[in-house]
């Protein structure tokens, strides 16, 4: 696995992180993978780790309607319900930019990923060099950058005070649309309280 280095002198570099970011922007990123899905229109996905249980139930026909929309799905995909719909996006051949919150160097890819990476419909992508393990200050830094990238956002869940409410005031601040879990959703099924 060849882990590639994504300058912002490169065509495929997103210019939504140096606007977005700003200061904060990295200087490079790591990428295994099609870089060419950053030029896609991308929704972000966020879930807290904590989700009720008649969102969760409801997350197959979410994913589905998310991999009609045709466009490519972006988010660390580490909370349970984002790893359910990684697992959706997966099977039903989307592509997906799956974010780190540590560096690639040592990662391992289960035969799904590999599946992806070969056929072109997956970017693994890290802001961070060396390896370290993930952790909460990785983990709010991925979570930015999957903002910065986002043209859309689907918020599945967000733990009020938690990282993803977060992540939903810095994507208002950006004026990123927000997808309503309403619409991501089939029709016939009942909003929770």
Not at 70 to 97: D, N, T
Not at 107 to 134: H, N, V
Not at 147 to 157: C, F, G, N, Q, Y
């Amino acid at each position: 696995m060849d882990v590639l280095t994504l300058m912002p002198s490169q065509i495929q570099w997103p210019s939504q992180l140096d606007e977005r970011l700003q200061k904060f922007a990295p200087s490079r990123l790591w990428m295994v993978g099609n870089p060419e899905i950053l030029a896609l229109r991308k929704i972000g996905l966020f879930c807290s780790v904590s989700c009720p249980a008649n969102i969760a139930a409801n997350i197959y026909g979410a994913a589905q309607k998310l991999c009609e929309k045709g466009v490519a799905m972006v988010s660390g995909f580490h909370s349970p319900m984002e790893k359910e719909c990684l697992q959706i996006l997966l099977q039903r051949k989307q592509p997906v930019v799956i974010c780190l919150a540590r560096a690639l160097g040592k990662i391992r890819l289960s035969d799904e990923w590999q599946s992806a990476l070969d056929d072109g419909r997956l970017l693994l992508l890290s802001r961070f060099e060396k390896s370290r393990r993930a952790d909460r200050e990785t983990a709010r830094r991925r979570n930015e950058l999957v903002a910065a990238l986002s043209d859309e956002v689907l918020i599945i869940h967000a733990e009020p005070g938690g990282h993803i409410a977060e992540v939903s005031q810095l994507v208002d601040r950006w004026g990123i649309p927000k997808i309503d879990i309403d619409r991501a959703l089939p029709v016939n099924i009942p909003k929770g309280p």
